[in-house]
């Protein structure tokens, strides 16, 4: 069993249990345009605000993209196993 990581992001909790969760929430989702910083998930290159926001609303953390910065995404994502890569 993964284990469960906890994050605050403006001020809210997010509890991931792993890395695995983000690339199932993941699934079947078309990339947005990369503008910088993105992790590769099966073969497509995500940017890092687009995954940290997938994940926000399937916990129902109540944040957006707008509401988090990509240094936040990048921590988050690199705590769970992901390599975010630059443009």
Known sequence: MPMSRQFTLGGRE???DGGEEVVTLMKG???KPVRRYFVDIDGARFPVKQ???RLMEAKEVGLYAADVTSRDANRV???LGFQVKVV
């Open 14 to 16: 997010l509890v991931v």
């Open 29 to 31: 989702l078309r990339p």
């Open 51 to 53: 995954v940290l926001e």
């Open 77 to 79: 994502l690199r705590t």
